[in-house]
């Protein structure tokens, strides 16, 4: 029987659903993202100028419109081939993954952490990300981390708004598990600000970790419960989630 299979026959007892960002907290693939949504949307509206604009702690919708946006591009016809585009996107991700050896390209104590969380009987594993989720799915699955070790998700694909994700996986993790989880016990782990703010709004707490391209400052400046430069203590980092 699975891990996760265990828990749900477990007597309901108050548990920590821990949300992982993918981008910048569990990985990174060498902008494999960034030039498949560059491929996807030169294919179907031509070459696109990203200037200087940020894709970390955004949705992957967010960012196509955005940058549709920023070309020009009318809201009307951006409703009316976001889909395509996302579901281009995607074939050009799986085409940069398969490119090249990723399994390298996990952050430090990762690993580790999620091996000590996936044992608890009081920590339920999940992930909350802008990434599709087909996206992201295949990202895990590059660096060799199944995504079927984390119990729940919510994904850019749920909801464009990355303050919408808490909940959505807050309410998952309920029907999973069969008992309720309460905003407080909801514990965000991410790199950007974005990431630290998102939970907020359902009693959330958030770890943030400077494995992006935000300073252990520049994150604790967002007041989260915890920052971390890196994964590494995982002592310490179970420590925070249990206290967040």
Known sequence: MSSSALKRA???????LVLFDIDG???WTDGAGRRAVFGALFERFGTIDPGDHRFDG????????????KTGVSDEDIDAHLKQVL?????FLRAELDGADHRDHV?????????????R????????TGNIEAGAHAKLAAVGIAPQRFVVGAFGSDHHDRPELPEIA????????GQPIAGRDVVVIGDTPADVACGMGIGARAIGVATGRYSVDELRACDPAAVFADLTDTDAVVRAILEA
Not at 112 to 118: Q, V
């Open 10 to 16: 477990e007597p309901a007892r108050r548990r920590k």
């Open 25 to 27: 907290t569990i990985l």
């Open 58 to 69: 955004k949705t992957d919708p967010q960012i196509v419109r955005e940058l549709l946006q």
């Open 87 to 91: 579901e281009r996107y995607y074939s």
């Open 107 to 119: 952050f430090p104590g990762v690993h580790e952490l999620l091996d000590e969380l996936e044992e």
């Open 121 to 128: 009987d009081d920590v339920v594993l999940g992930l909350l």
């Open 170 to 177: 807050r309410r998952r993790a309920e029907q999973a598990l």
